[in-house]
């Protein structure tokens, strides 16, 4: 089982990133995604997650408007265009997979990737 992560990096606040995490050896497209951030000293907090087949999508109140979930199913990939950037959203985002039919947004079950560093900064 494999999930990695990338598209991570610096911006200036208003900045956009899109990140992408690359699923292997488990059954992508019966499991519900998500993304996770976290900053040192903190719980690891929930971003957003989408579910299936990409007909439902989830989001913690401080990325709505901003961040968007979404997924490929033919390429066992999902993603997160992150816009208007802003200096809070600086943290190590990491993508979790979890079997169920909806996603438990303070579970620690599954598969997770090693993360990726975003940095919002002037």
């Known amino acids: 089982v494999q999930l990695v992560e990338s598209g991570g990096g610096m911006v200036q606040p208003g900045g956009s990133l899109r990140l992408s995490c690359a699923a292997s050896?488990?059954?992508?497209?019966?499991?519900?995604m998500g993304w996770r951030r976290q900053v040192p000293g903190k719980e690891r907090e929930f971003v957003a997650a989408?579910?299936?087949?990409?007909?439902?999508?989830q989001y913690a109140d401080s990325v709505k408007g901003r961040f968007t979930i979404s997924r490929d199913n033919a390429k066992n990939t999902v993603y997160l265009q992150m816009n208007n950037l802003k200096p809070e959203d600086t943290a190590v985002y990491y993508c979790?997979?979890?079997?169920?039919?909806?996603?438990?947004?303070?579970?620690?079950?599954?598969?997770w990737g090693q993360g990726t560093q975003v940095t919002v900064s002037t």
């Open positions: 979790n997979a979890q079997s169920s039919s909806s996603y438990d947004p303070n579970g620690q079950l599954g598969f």
């Open positions: 050896g488990f059954n992508f497209n019966t499991s519900t």
């Open positions: 989408i579910s299936w087949y990409g007909t439902h999508a």
